[in-house]
């Protein structure tokens, strides 16, 4: 092989090694420092847009943590819905092993009843001790069980 044909094999091999190493360093990184989290601010709500239906408010108004690390955690419930799970992007964050990165969605349906999906999460979610799936139907002081993790709707 020619000189110059290894000089360029071994700039190959230090610009891999290189990529490599940094990579490493943006893994390690991200594990000690963890997930950066976005405000969900937006600008100014538009008006009465903060106000549910009134099934809504004569349903569940909060979802409490009353059981896990977050126990004591509680989240409104918004017109919007929750996404829970894992990942940053969530409303209500888990710290919980067990959960997925995104594994519930609590939405309010057009009859101004509260549902819950499962999103083809890993360990499922269960109610009254039996896996769910989508649609599920949900009233005040419904448990729901995420891993080690134990949800309630309140008023």
């Given at each position: 092989?020619?000189?110059?044909?290894l000089?360029i094999?071994?700039?190959g091999?230090?610009?891999?090694?290189?990529?490599?190493v940094?990579s490493?360093v943006?893994?390690?990184?991200g594990?000690l420092?963890?997930?950066?989290?976005?405000?969900?601010s937006g600008g100014?709500?538009e008006r009465?847009?903060g106000?549910a239906p009134?099934?809504?408010r004569?349903?569940?108004?909060t979802?409490?943590?009353?059981?896990g690390?977050?126990?004591?955690?509680t989240?409104?419930?918004n017109?919007?819905?929750?996404?829970?799970?894992?990942?940053?992007?969530?409303?209500?964050?888990?710290?919980?092993?067990y959960?997925?990165?995104r594994?519930l969605r609590?939405?309010?349906?057009?009859?101004?009843v509260?549902?819950a999906d499962?999103l083809?999460?890993?360990?499922g979610?269960?109610?009254?001790?039996q896996?769910?799936?989508?649609?599920?139907?949900?009233?005040?002081?419904?448990q729901?069980r995420?891993?080690?993790?134990?949800?309630?709707?309140?008023?």
């Amino acid at each position: 092989m020619s000189e110059l044909t290894l000089n360029i094999i071994r700039l190959g091999i230090l610009a891999l090694l290189w990529a490599f190493v940094f990579s490493v360093v943006g893994a390690l990184r991200g594990d000690l420092y963890g997930t950066r989290v976005l405000t969900r601010s937006g600008g100014r709500p538009e008006r009465g847009a903060g106000r549910a239906p009134r099934a809504a408010r004569r349903g569940p108004q909060t979802l409490a943590v009353v059981a896990g690390s977050l126990r004591g955690t509680t989240v409104p419930l918004n017109e919007a819905g929750l996404l829970i799970g894992r990942n940053p992007e969530c409303s209500l964050v888990l710290t919980d092993d067990y959960a997925s990165g995104r594994h519930l969605r609590l939405y309010l349906g057009p009859d101004g009843v509260w549902y819950a999906d499962d999103l083809d999460s890993t360990n499922g979610t269960f109610i009254n001790n039996q896996r769910i799936g989508t649609g599920h139907r949900l009233e005040v002081g419904t448990q729901i069980r995420i891993g080690q993790t134990v949800l309630e709707l309140q008023r």
